[in-house]
């Protein structure tokens, strides 16, 4: 015999953040702000590597009392009340309505692919949900983010959306941290199956456009493109995009590397839409480039730029279709993995874009600068550059 | 500069040519592929569907959780556009595609049934059908490109451990477990032909069959079972539905044995055998590289067969002398040792009998080789007789030959059978219609505590017979104590002289030789003397024998001729306006067939200056009557060094006038021997007149050695011998007396 629940389930949301420098304190107040209810399922914590993590991370989840966490460190975090750095940011995700599994998948600089499967594998939520989504917090300096994607997704399939993001350190891009319960890991990958009862919306939007016309991969390496329509790939890309001469002359990393945080590849897509390449440095001898992700023989890409503009709109738009998902129902709140590369183009605006989030939902943000995004709702790809990835629950 | 519109496919398609193009195995290839084409059409499932095998390749699925039966279904409608699929929202828009050929299956690829495919993406994914199936065809050459290395790599192992001279079971059990498990297959076996029951065979080698099973088919009628039939027509016999063949054998059948292939295995081209795989799957067929794997199985089966006889073959004339059949002394020794451990346990004694035909090589020398060959041959016939049949007879070389008498109880058991040998030389051997009367000298060594090994016990025996020899021959000795005595003497010598070269405690003594026209000094005879630390001076007849026997002959030779020369070449920087002195050095048999004895006397001559004509070299018969080539080689490289080569003791042995001319000696030395009978004896003085005639004639340099008194020396004269050497001239003396008595010589002697 069944008997018809009289209540809806109760699912709550809820963020808190911290500046104070003392982990303990931080802990106290961003867990505690976030804890607004006994019945916590799920803490999210990012935080800046500036922490002493080993005491950080065990404080946020004894706060949590049994709630399961997943987090990782980042290259700036993103709250309510705006971006900032240095800081912390907890959301709890609570309340009967949710179920929740965490699991990792360790070595993943030896097998990426091995690494997603396992931390899919072992966050496995103990019975079905008529919504799911799967989060990965990766190593982000790890390499070819893709694999570890393709990894979960062999085990979850095509039926849970993938979504999440590459931690960070800061832009030091020595090392990165991610976080299961109270431990801290290294060469990881950090997952967090959450099933709902109420639909779960994924809205993935970059804000680059197209410079100039494509042009095909003629040479590639994984994650190095040696030529592109038969001509060494860093000329080509210095040349199209007008580039100063000392961003080629200057062979420190840095003068490259802000001028590349601008201006990625796009693939060619089946949508039309493109697939964002980051171009994460070049090596000025052999005249190639390098980027975060794979780039395959015989690809059709573009050269792309953006603006405050374009980034903006971009914002809006993902923002805009993770609410779509949810059908009508009501946002409880937002988790946002965010490039850093947008950030950069953002410049002083960047209030700006969080004020655009918190606005449109009027639910509570939580997130984090990344350095790459993960979503895969549809088909294959799911490991994305300099793009904004949002998830909403209801 | 490709442009964008409309050229989406087509790059997409390149991307997936490009990206399945570097998968190197089958496996990979399938799942790549369908990553590749999921991710180009936003796909959320793809799969391959094989040809009656079910899913072999999917994505998109929970792990575990393919939906088999409906993926199944679904591709068997090629022209379906949607699947429902369990447990999943609504259902699916779907294309499915061909493969080139059935047995590659069928491509599936799913995703929102709001988003149907399009023409555009049909005709894409038809593409990509084609390449991949490309691709998997490339693979597939190489899959079996990568069966043929492992083939070959497996049957080159099994070659190594043939010529290593591995057991021959171990050979074919190798081979039966490599072809059982090349094929995947779990039973594999090798059928010989039976050595007791001809029309048989009998099975050598098996993998997989259980013994009580094994043993109702080891023996089978040859044409009986796959490997009956392959041995009966010669020829590859493959058999795809055991139960039902008539010539099948009843227990494997029973046993539910499907299938089996069976290839023939030679030996020098005539069947001996056959390799046979069988497999208990049901509808099993045999491939083409599998029928080719098994026949180049058989084949390495038959070359380790052909080998294995090579070996044994090889292993019998390793221990046995080919010209009589009997143990060579390897083998002998062999015996001897176990005999000795045996004897040791239980305690007995063994014997060993050292056998040398007395005279050897004058039957050689005068009759030839072949006749020399038949009396060995006899003598050895003689021998086996002579023994009972635990006993071993072995041919060490030449005319030596031992017998090891086990099982003895006193020293009478071993001289029985020496006199039994020794009764059974009484009668003649008849040789090319002539008869021979051979006699032999027997040594005998019988084992006791002091014995540790083998080795000592045959040379105590060879010492033993060296005693025979020199109590007239035609008997036996039995090493006694006194022996022993000696024995354990020239062992201590042996350690000493190794010590002497290091130490230099050789030297060497000048005796003259001297004119006997006028009384000058024409030079010296270099002796090599052992000033031992504890003994004294001793003679070269106390060491160089046994340096000899123990290889120091050659350092100590060396050492002898570079000091000999350098020395020579002295006396002519002193004696500047006098006819230069000649330096004679001896030369051992064993030297003179040293192969570094012509180098080591061109280094001599090159490191002191002298010149080759004032070097002698003294050689004995027993260096002349050598058969081998390669004194006689020596002899000649060293006279065409310019060297002079002298017969040492003239008369002591055959002396035969035949050396002398074969050689194109210099000179020849009469034997002290006959000089002490000068003018007292008349045979002697007949012979030493002869040979100096004789001598003359053949234009060599005659010396007489040992002249002791001032009648021997006139009497030399008479007869017309020029040159001489003795006490009466001077003793053999240190280099520097040698040197003082130089051109003083004449007056006292004159």
């Known amino acids: 015999m069944t008997m018809a629940m009289g209540l809806p389930p109760h699912r709550w949301v809820a963020v808190g953040t911290s500046a104070d420098p003392h982990p303990v304190r931080a802990a106290e107040e961003a867990a505690g702000a976030a804890l607004r209810h006994e019945d916590a399922r799920l803490l999210v914590l990012f935080a800046s590597d500036s922490y002493d993590l080993e005491t950080l991370v065990p404080a946020v989840h004894a706060r949590g009392r049994g709630a399961k966490l997943v987090g990782c460190s980042t290259a700036g975090e993103i709250a309510t009340d705006g971006p900032a750095q240095a800081s912390i940011v907890v959301a709890a995700f609570g309340g009967p309505g949710f179920s929740v599994a965490t699991g990792a998948g360790r070595e993943v600089t030896r097998d990426l692919r091995a690494a997603g499967a396992e931390a899919a594998r072992t966050a496995r939520l103990e019975h079905d949900c008529e919504h799911t989504a799967l989060m990965l917090l990766t190593d982000g300096l790890a390499g070819g983010q893709q694999e570890i994607v393709r990894g979960a997704f062999s085990v979850v399939g095509s039926a849970t959306p993938l979504v999440g993001g590459c931690a960070g350190d800061d832009f030091k891009m020595e090392s990165t941290h991610q976080f299961l319960d109270g431990r801290v890991l290294r060469d990881s990958v950090v997952a967090a199956a959450i099933g709902s009862d109420a639909p779960i919306g994924i809205g993935v939007r970059h804000g680059w456009r197209r410079v100039g016309s494509p042009m095909v991969v003629t040479g590639s390496r994984g994650t190095h493109v040696l030529t592109l329509d038969d001509r060494p790939a860093l000329d080509v890309y210095l040349e199209r995009l007008g580039a100063p001469d000392h961003i080629d002359r200057d062979r420190g990393r840095a003068a490259f590397s802000r001028f590349a945080g601008t201006h990625p590849l796009g693939l060619s897509r089946r949508t039309g839409e493109e697939h964002v390449r980051a171009v994460a440095g070049a090596d000025h001898d052999e005249r190639s480039l390098s980027c975060f992700a794979d780039v395959p023989n015989g690809a059709l890409v573009w050269l792309m730029e953006g603006d405050e503009e374009s980034v903006l709109a971009a914002t809006d738009a993902a923002a805009g279709a993770a609410l779509d998902a949810l059908g009508g129902c009501k946002p409880l709140g937002l988790l946002a993995f965010d490039c850093i590369a947008r950030r950069d183009v953002l410049g002083s605006s960047i209030k700006a874009e969080v004020d655009r989030l918190a606005s449109v939902c009027e639910a509570p943000v939580a997130g984090f600068y990344t350095y790459g995004e993960i979503a895969r709702t549809r088909g294959l790809a799911g490991f994305h550059n300099q793009t904004l990835v949002v998830l909403a629950v209801a | ?750």
């Open chain 2, 1 to 750: 500069m490709v442009q964008s519109g409309g050229s989406w496919a087509s790059q997409q398609l390149a991307e997936f040519a490009a990206t399945v193009a570097e998968f190197d195995t089958r496996h990979a290839a399938q799942q790549g592929a369908l990553e590749r084409a999921a991710e180009a059409l936003d796909a959320d499932f793809a799969a391959i569907v094989g040809h009656g095998e079910g899913v072999v390749a999917s994505i998109g699925f929970p792990a575990g959780a393919v939906p088999a039966a409906e993926l199944r279904a679904a591709a068997g409608e090629i022209g379906r556009t949607h699947v429902d699929l369990p447990g999943r929202r609504p259902r699916f828009s779907v294309t499915i595609t061909n493969l080139e050929n059935p047995e590659m299956g069928r491509l599936i690829l799913g995703r929102d049934i709001e988003e149907p495919f399009g023409e555009e993406e049909r005709n894409l994914i038809r593409g990509m059908a084609r390449v991949f199936s490309l691709a998997l065809r490339t693979l597939a050459t190489l899959d079996e490109l990568r069966e043929r290395q492992a083939l070959l790599e497996r049957l080159s192992r099994i070659q190594q451990s043939i010529s290593r001279g591995s057991d021959l079971q171990v050979t074919l059990d190798a081979i039966v477990a490599g072809a059982a498990e090349l094929m995947a297959e779990p039973v594999a076996a090798m059928r010989l032909l039976h050595r007791e029951r001809p029309g048989y065979t009998r099975i050598a080698s098996a993998v997989g069959v259980p013994e009580p099973l094994l043993e109702s088919i080891r023996d089978g009628r040859i044409g009986s079972g796959a490997g009956g039939l392959a041995i009966a027509q010669d020829e590859l016999v493959v058999i795809e539905s055991y139960g039902d063949h008539p010539e099948s054998l009843a227990p494997m059948s029973a046993h539910a044995l499907q299938a089996a292939m069976s290839a023939p295995v030679r030996e020098r081209g005539e069947v001996v055998g056959a390799l046979t795989v069988a497999s208990y799957t049901q509808g099993r067929r045999f491939t083409a590289s599998e029928r080719e794997a098994l026949l180049a199985f058989a084949e390495t089966a038959s070359l380790a067969l052909t080998d294995a006889r090579m070996v044994a073959n090889a292993m019998h004339d390793s221990v046995h002398d080919a010209l009589t059949g009997l143990a060579n002394r390897v083998l002998f020794m062999d015996r001897v040792n176990h005999a000795l451990e045996s004897a040791r346990r239980r305690p007995r004694s063994i014997a060993v009998l050292f056998l040398d035909l007395d005279n050897f090589k004058l039957v050689n020398d005068s009759m030839g080789h072949s006749v020399g060959d038949d009396l060995l041959m006899g003598v050895a016939d003689r021998l086996r007789h002579a023994l009972k049949t635990g006993d071993t007879v072995a041919r060490f070389g030449g005319d030596e030959f031992a017998v090891l008498v086990e099982d003895v109880r006193s020293e009478a058991d071993a001289t029985k059978v020496a006199e039994r040998i020794l009764g059974s030389f009484a009668r003649p051997f008849a040789l090319r219609g002539r008869e021979l009367f051979v006699t032999a000298s027997i040594g005998i060594a019988v084992s006791d505590l002091g014995v540790q090994d083998g080795e000592a016990l045959v040379r105590n025996a060879d010492a033993a017979m060296y005693r025979a020899k020199s109590r007239g021959r035609a008997g036996y000795e039995l090493f006694d104590e006194l022996m022993r005595a000696r024995v354990l003497q020239r062992l201590e010598i042996e350690s000493e002289l190794h010590r002497a070269l290091a130490r230099d405690e050789l030297e060497l003594a000048y005796q003259p030789v001297v004119s006997l026209t006028d009384g000058k000094v024409l030079g010296a005879e270099a002796l090599v003397r052992w000033n031992h630390p504890e003994r004294g001076l001793l003679s070269p007849g106390h060491f160089i024998p046994i340096a000899e026997e123990v290889g120091l002959i050659v350092p100590i030779g060396e050492w002898v001729l570079r000091t000999a020369c350098r020395e020579a070449v002295m006396w002519g920087h002193e004696r500047l306006d006098e006819l230069p002195l000649s330096v004679a050095v001896n030369l051992s048999a064993r030297q003179v067939s040293n192969p570094r004895v012509v180098q080591t006397v061109r280094n001599a001559l090159e490191m002191t200056g002298l010149q080759p004509q004032l070097l002698e070299l003294e050689i004995t018969e027993s260096a002349l009557i050598e058969e081998a080539d390669r004194p006689r080689d020596n002899l000649h490289a060293l006279r065409e060094l310019g060297v002079k080569l002298v017969l040492d003791d003239f008369g002591t042995g055959y002396s035969s006038l035949t050396y002398l001319k074969r050689f194109a000696l210099d000179g020849l030395k009469i034997d002290r021997s006959f000089t002490d009978g000068l003018g007292v004896d008349p045979d002697d003085t007949a012979i030493v007149s002869a040979v100096t005639g004789m001598a003359k004639g053949l234009g060599l340099a005659v010396t007489a050695e040992g002249v002791e008194t001032e009648a021997q020396r006139s009497e030399l004269r008479r007869l017309g011998c020029r040159r001489a050497q003795g006490y009466h001239f001077g003793r053999p003396m240190p280099a520097r007396e040698f040197r003082r008595v130089i051109g003083a010589l004449p007056s006292r002697a004159a």
